[in-house]
Structure formats: structure tokens, C-alpha cells
């Protein structure tokens, strides 16, 4: 008769809980490595936008001795300093227009190029579309101000050529179409990015939804009502969200082509600042303005947000 002898169970082996110091240890080179990134980003990203912050608070002159004042900066903003309502006024029409701009042009020429079933037609488009990426923005600042120019401008020079001589103007120098010259520029408003955007989302459609809508006789505008346009929100929301914030912190075009002026008359914030803090040194009234845009701008960034959200539960 043989017993069967139980073995006692081995224990396992538990290893010692690290502590962080020791972890850290054991990568250090790696931390290294992406302490020095941070290390940069903190002092010449947050750094800079936490004394802003700060000095937002002060009477501070550069050169001068910084005096705390409150919300001093900030009562006067919207009490006397009138350039600023109106800048903010202009921002306002600035971004109105860029918005409605990016959301309806782009669209109709994604939807020309999408409609086409030439492959080589189609890709030709799509490799015209990538052109004004390619370009410097500057470029094309500077040709529009060619353009708007009211002694040898091709805009002028246009309208001398059909007769509308009545019609010729300085563009840029004329307070009363100034800023309806600099929201205007960019004609036809079909950027190169935003339609490659709206392409992509109807590319995603696929066949099978296409060709039931075309048995149901849902073709054309119908089709591009009913089926595209709900089946691409999440870029028609990507590109409100862009161009809003895009339209609210913008100003090199406004920086280039006017500075502002004539006057006022296409001052908008981001300029304000710039001269507040650039020209006159007064860095604690130009941080005011630059938290507020950045509280105006994070709002909007978190209704933005939420609205998305939501929308997409439901």
C-alpha cells in the first residue's frame, strides 16, 4: 500500500512594492530626458502665461515699479477705454464672417469634387485644394494688400476696367470699408484645408448608403441635405470650433495689412494688446486684455465642447 505523500505548497514569490523614488531611479535616464522638455515648456511656455496672469493685476509699466491695483485694468477696459469696446465689436464681425465663411464654402467645393467620378479629375481637384496649404499665410496677406491697394490695386484697377469708376476706393485707407475689406479678403473663401476636411468625411460615406439613396430617388440636394451633411456633423463641428477660436486670437492679418487702422477702424483685440505692450510698455494693462480673451476664448471652448458632447449622446 504507497501513500501519496501532498506536497506543501510552495509560496509565491511577491515582489517588494517599489516606491516612486525607486521606479524613477530605475528610468532616470529616460526622466532625464523628458525633464529637460519640461523644464523648457515651463519656462518658456507657462512661465510667461502665469506672470501674465499676475501682472494682469498691476499697474505695471516696464521700468517702472510694479503697483497692485486690482481689477483696475479691468474697470477700465469697459468704462473709458473705448478702443477696446470697438475692438471688440470688430472681432465680433471679424469671426461672424470667417465662421459662416469656413462652414458653407469649403463645403459646396468638397461636395463639387466629391460628385465628380473621373479619378483623375478628382485627384487633380484634391491636389489643387493642398496649394494654398503649401503657400505662406503671409504670401497671401501680402497679395491681398496688392490687391486692396488704392493706387495701382488689381481691385481698382477691375473696376475701372467695367466702367464702376464711382466704385474705386482706398480699402484699406477708407475707415468706412476698411474692415468690410480685411473680413472680405481670401475670396472665394474655399481654403485649402477645410475642404480637404469635408472631403474626407464624405469619402467616409459608404457606397451602400449612396446607392439606397438613389433607388429611394434621394439624389442631389436631397442627398446632400439628408444623408451628407447629418453624416459629416463631426467635421462641420471641428471647423466651427476652429474658426471661432481661430477668428477670436487672430490678428497678424490685421497686423500686416492696417495695424489697426484707419483710426480704429479694424482694431480688434489681440492689436490692442500688441500696442499696449510693444509700443507704450504697458504690460500689466496688456495682460488685462490678454486674460480676458483667454476667459472669453475658454468659455466658448468649453460650450463648444459640451455642446459636442451632448450631441453626440443623443
Not at 459662416?100 to 487633380?124: D, Q, R, V
Not at 484699406?172 to 476636411?197: E, H, K, Q, R, Y
Request: aromatic share 14%; proline share 4%.
Amino acid at each position: 500500500m504507497t501513500t501519496a505523500s501532498a506536497e506543501a505548497p510552495v509560496a509565491a514569490r511577491t515582489p517588494k512594492t517599489e516606491t516612486l523614488f525607486t521606479r524613477i531611479m530605475r528610468y532616470k535616464h529616460a526622466y532625464a530626458m523628458i525633464a529637460t522638455s519640461f523644464i523648457l515648456l515651463a519656462i518658456f511656455n507657462y512661465y510667461p502665461a502665469f506672470m501674465g496672469l499676475v501682472r494682469a493685476f498691476y499697474n505695471y509699466d516696464i521700468g517702472l515699479e510694479p503697483e497692485f491695483i486690482g481689477l483696475g485694468n479691468f474697470i477700465k477696459l469697459f468704462t473709458t477705454d473705448q478702443t477696446f469696446i470697438k475692438s471688440l465689436g470688430n472681432v465680433a464681425i471679424f469671426t461672424l464672417w470667417r465662421t459662416i465663411s469656413a462652414m458653407i464654402f469649403p463645403f459646396l467645393a468638397a461636395e463639387l469634387i466629391f460628385g465628380l467620378t473621373n479619378p483623375k479629375h478628382k485627384f487633380g481637384y484634391r491636389l489643387a485644394m493642398i496649394v494654398p496649404i503649401v503657400v505662406p499665410g503671409m504670401v497671401s496677406i501680402l497679395l491681398w494688400q496688392f490687391i486692396y491697394d488704392g493706387v495701382n490695386g488689381l481691385l481698382n484697377a477691375l473696376l475701372k476696367a467695367v466702367g464702376l469708376v464711382d466704385w474705386q476706393r482706398a480699402w484699406l485707407g477708407d475707415p468706412s470699408v476698411a474692415l468690410g475689406a480685411v473680413t472680405l479678403m481670401g475670396f472665394p473663401w474655399v481654403g485649402g484645408t477645410n475642404v480637404l476636411i469635408y472631403l474626407a468625411g464624405l469619402q467616409g460615406i459608404t457606397n451602400e448608403i449612396i446607392d439606397s439613396a438613389k433607388i429611394d430617388g434621394c439624389t442631389g440636394f436631397r442627398r446632400v441635405w439628408y444623408i451628407d451633411i447629418p453624416l459629416i456633423r463631426g467635421q462641420f463641428k471641428l471647423i466651427f470650433v476652429l474658426s471661432i477660436l481661430g477668428g477670436l486670437q487672430g490678428w497678424g492679418t490685421i497686423f500686416v495689412m492696417t495695424k489697426g487702422g484707419p483710426g480704429t477702424a479694424t482694431m480688434v483685440p489681440g492689436m490692442w494688446l500688441y500696442n499696449n505692450a510693444f509700443q507704450w510698455n504697458k504690460m500689466g494693462y496688456a495682460s488685462a486684455i490678454g486674460l480676458f480673451m483667454f476667459l472669453v476664448i475658454m468659455a466658448i471652448t468649453v460650450i463648444n465642447m459640451k455642446f459636442i458632447k451632448s450631441s453626440d449622446t443623443n
